[in-house]
């Protein structure tokens, strides 16, 4: 009996000690870096530079309410930026994380790395989402493109 009851002290305190923290100095261990460096949509190649401008450009406008008519001075074309629907109500078109269930937006990225004010949006769109962290912000979800989907859907580009 009483070996017993020493067998499950020991266990119990050998749990606690396999269990327990161990602190390791940073200098001891080689991270991997998995930072992201670009994008790429297609054959389209885009730096952080040009992401972040065209990130800024569409979530000034949303923040102002302000939009960019796709065809100037034409009624009902597309205003930019504007909800991204995934394929809603329907089928997900593709996979929204890391902005599951958040209210997603597009924004054109142009391959010259200009500005979009206007015309052709061309393939490659930039989406963001209504933050859940800070009311009134945005953050970057992802950058999807037309080139290599079937029809008008759209495939999520690569990171870099």
């Given at each position: 009996?009483?070996?017993?009851?020493?067998?499950?002290?020991?266990?119990?305190?050998?749990?606690?000690?396999?269990?327990?923290?161990?602190?390791v100095?940073?200098?001891?261990?080689?991270?991997?870096?998995?930072?992201?460096?670009?994008?790429?949509?297609?054959?389209?190649?885009?730096?952080?530079t040009?992401?972040?401008?065209?990130?800024?450009?569409?979530?000034?406008l949303?923040?102002?309410?302000?939009?960019?008519?796709?065809?100037?001075?034409?009624?009902?074309?597309?205003?930019?930026?504007?909800?991204?629907?995934?394929?809603?109500?329907?089928k997900?078109?593709?996979?929204?994380?890391?902005?599951a269930?958040?209210?997603?937006?597009?924004?054109?990225?142009?391959?010259?790395?200009?500005?979009?004010?206007?015309?052709?949006?061309?393939?490659?769109?930039?989406?963001?989402?209504?933050s859940?962290?800070t009311?009134?912000?945005?953050?970057?979800?992802f950058?999807?493109?037309?080139?290599?989907?079937?029809?008008?859907?759209?495939?999520?580009?690569?990171?870099?």
């Open positions: 009996m009483w070996t017993m009851q020493f067998l499950a002290v020991l266990a119990v305190a050998s749990a606690a000690v396999l269990a327990s923290p161990v602190a100095n940073a200098t001891d261990v080689e991270l991997e870096a998995r930072a992201v460096k670009g994008y790429v949509c297609g054959t389209q190649k885009y730096t952080l040009a992401v972040d401008n065209a990130m800024g450009d569409g979530i000034r949303q923040r102002s309410l302000k939009f960019i008519q796709q065809v100037p001075g034409q009624t009902g074309t597309t205003l930019w930026p504007h909800e991204y629907r995934n394929g809603k109500p329907t997900l078109e593709l996979d929204p994380a890391p902005c269930k958040l209210n997603l937006y597009e924004f054109p990225i142009l391959p010259s790395g200009a500005d979009y004010l206007g015309g052709a949006p061309g393939a490659d769109r930039i989406v963001f989402a209504d859940v962290k009311p009134g912000a945005y953050e970057q979800c950058l999807m493109t037309h080139t290599g989907a079937t029809g008008n859907l759209f495939v999520k580009c690569k990171t870099t």
